[in-house]
């Protein structure tokens, strides 16, 4: 028997798919950031960039309509009904119809999902707006990943428990603990990389990781949220998707003059130049914007919110592997710089193994930590009930028997 195993699920390629985006996208973002540069202020920059979000998110709308037509078909060549008005069905699940009659609950939750959106992707906004001083060049984005992921981690754990009321079991505790291992150990690693480097100011640094630390819980709870809706809702990930785009765009319509006429009506919108450098980045962000976004929302819907922890691990290695390049190709090679890659290569391997038996996908055959594993309990289920038919077939044989007899 091995020690470990490896479930295979079809619905992986959602995550394998984003981690190929996140890693590329990322990588040409740390090497090449001028490319990414629409307006000449930082907080200009990502405010531009917070639209850009949604409208990414609004794209989703062209789903719902491929969803919306196809279903229609399938309505009326399967079931010959006549042709519906605006209101029409919108999903099957599990072979069960549905409206879009949804609850007052769903409409509430929905509106939090917009509000928790909107102010996570403000995060970088609110933090260049309030510190002119800082840029994107002297503040340590990589340390800020590095705490606010692991923080987001943790808090999809806990926030589970709460509201999803998931059960922890062995595999699950020992997850937990690898993670808060990882985190423990990366910390002061990335703040000594922090005070030895001349580029980054480390005020600033510990700023910025102090305003968009709400990041970290905030996005757990949107998630655990959208789960909410997923399983008491009946509604699919490309729905959500576009209403929380319409959402935001109200809260943008809205909040966007109130910016302009208290912070920015004696500031200089300055842009870039170059108009087809601008036009290509806005393709480019908004595009792979909406399929991290869908593809984030997918591994929600199929697996859980806690499963976007093996998501989002992908920002810290990313991180880890665009500082070990720099290293090598611009820094004379130094023992401590060689000591504290080889420390987060291996803090983040932790971090995805624990993430990875806590969804289960990695399963360890010891200690009883395979016990209360999904897959584990169905094959004990299985057994259980073949069992209880072969005592029914032995009942009945038995039963049969002793009336040829009286006979």
Same mark, same amino acid.
């Given at each position: 028997?091995?020690?470990?195993?490896?479930?295979?699920?079809?619905?992986?390629?959602?995550?394998?798919?984003?981690?190929?985006?996140?890693?590329?996208?990322?990588?040409?973002?740390?090497?090449?950031?001028?490319?990414?540069?629409?307006?000449?202020?930082?907080?200009?920059?990502?405010?531009?960039?917070?639209?850009?979000?949604?409208?990414?998110?609004?794209?989703?709308?062209?789903?719902?309509?491929?969803?919306?037509?196809?279903?229609?078909?399938?309505?009326?060549?399967?079931?010959?009904? !006549?042709?519906?008005?605006?209101?029409?069905?919108?999903?099957?699940?599990?072979?069960?119809?549905?409206?879009?009659?949804?609850?007052?609950?769903?409409?509430?939750?929905?509106?939090?999902?917009?509000?928790?959106?909107?102010?996570?992707?403000?995060?970088?906004?609110?933090?260049?707006?309030?510190?002119?001083?800082?840029?994107?060049?002297?503040?340590?984005?990589?340390?800020?990943?590095?705490?606010?992921?692991?923080?987001?981690?943790?808090?999809?754990?806990?926030?589970?428990?709460?509201?999803?009321?998931?059960?922890?079991?062995?595999?699950?505790?020992?997850?937990?603990?690898?993670?808060?291992?990882?985190?423990?150990?990366?910390?002061?690693?990335?703040?000594?990389?922090?005070?030895?480097?001349?580029?980054?100011?480390?005020?600033?640094?510990? +700023?910025?990781? $102090?305003?968009?630390?709400?990041?970290?819980?905030?996005?757990?709870?949107?998630?655990?949220?959208?789960?909410?809706?997923?399983?008491? !809702?009946?509604?699919?990930?490309?729905?959500?998707?576009?209403?929380?785009?319409? $959402?935001?765009?109200?809260?943008?319509?809205?909040?966007?003059?109130?910016?302009?006429?208290?912070?920015?009506?004696?500031?200089?919108?300055?842009? +870039?130049?170059?108009?087809?450098?601008?036009?290509?980045?806005?393709?480019?962000?908004?595009?792979?914007?909406?399929?991290?976004?869908?593809?984030?929302?997918?591994?929600?819907?199929?697996?859980?919110?806690?499963?976007?922890?093996?998501?989002?691990?992908? !920002?810290?290695?990313? $991180?880890?592997?665009?500082?070990?390049?720099?290293?090598?190709?611009?820094?004379?090679?130094?023992?401590?710089?060689?000591?504290?890659?080889?420390?987060?290569?291996?803090?983040?391997?932790?971090?995805?193994? $624990?993430?990875?038996?806590?969804?289960?996908?990695?399963?360890?055959?010891?200690?009883?930590?395979?016990?209360?594993?999904?897959? &584990?309990?169905?094959?004990?289920?299985?057994?259980?009930?073949?069992?209880?038919?072969?005592?029914?077939?032995?009942?009945?044989?038995?039963?049969? &028997?002793?009336?040829?007899? &009286?006979?």
């Amino acid at each position: 028997m091995s020690f470990i195993t490896f479930n295979y699920n079809k619905n992986l390629k959602y995550a394998i798919a984003y981690w190929t985006l996140e890693i590329i996208i990322r990588i040409f973002m740390y090497f090449y950031w001028d490319f990414f540069q629409i307006a000449v202020k930082d907080s200009i920059n990502e405010y531009i960039y917070l639209i850009l979000l949604d409208i990414s998110d609004l794209f989703a709308g062209f789903l719902v309509i491929y969803i919306q037509c196809t279903l229609k078909q399938k309505s009326v060549s399967e079931n010959n009904l !006549e042709r519906r008005s605006t209101v029409s069905k919108i999903e099957f699940i599990s072979g069960k119809e549905k409206t879009f009659h949804k609850s007052k609950s769903f409409i509430y939750k929905m509106i939090l999902i917009c509000i928790l959106d909107y102010v996570n992707r403000a995060a970088f906004f609110i933090f260049y707006q309030t510190n002119k001083e800082a840029n994107h060049d002297n503040v340590s984005h990589k340390v800020q990943k590095d705490i606010i992921i692991h923080l987001d981690i943790l808090a999809r754990y806990i926030l589970s428990i709460i509201f999803l009321k998931t059960k922890v079991f062995k595999h699950h505790k020992l997850s937990i603990i690898l993670i808060t291992i990882g985190f423990i150990i990366l910390i002061p690693i990335d703040i000594l990389t922090v005070q030895n480097s001349n580029r980054i100011n480390a005020k600033l640094t510990y +700023v910025y990781i $102090g305003v968009v630390f709400y990041r970290g819980i905030f996005f757990p709870f949107e998630d655990t949220i959208v789960k909410q809706v997923y399983s008491n !809702e009946y509604i699919l990930p490309e729905y959500v998707m576009f209403l929380r785009g319409l $959402g935001q765009l109200i809260l943008i319509i809205f909040i966007t003059p109130i910016l302009y006429f208290f912070l920015w009506s004696n500031e200089s919108f300055d842009f +870039v130049d170059n108009i087809a450098h601008i036009i290509i980045t806005i393709i480019i962000y908004t595009f792979s914007s909406f399929i991290k976004a869908y593809l984030l929302l997918k591994i929600i819907y199929y697996f859980s919110s806690q499963s976007v922890s093996f998501l989002i691990i992908s !920002e810290s290695l990313t $991180g880890s592997i665009s500082s070990i390049i720099k290293f090598f190709s611009f820094f004379k090679k130094r023992q401590l710089a060689i000591i504290t890659f080889v420390i987060e290569i291996i803090v983040i391997l932790i971090t995805t193994f $624990g993430t990875l038996v806590y969804d289960e996908i990695i399963v360890i055959k010891k200690w009883g930590l395979d016990i209360n594993v999904a897959r &584990e309990i169905a094959s004990r289920a299985k057994i259980e009930t073949d069992s209880i038919s072969v005592i029914d077939d032995n009942i009945s044989e038995n039963e049969e &028997e002793e009336e040829d007899k &009286e006979e």
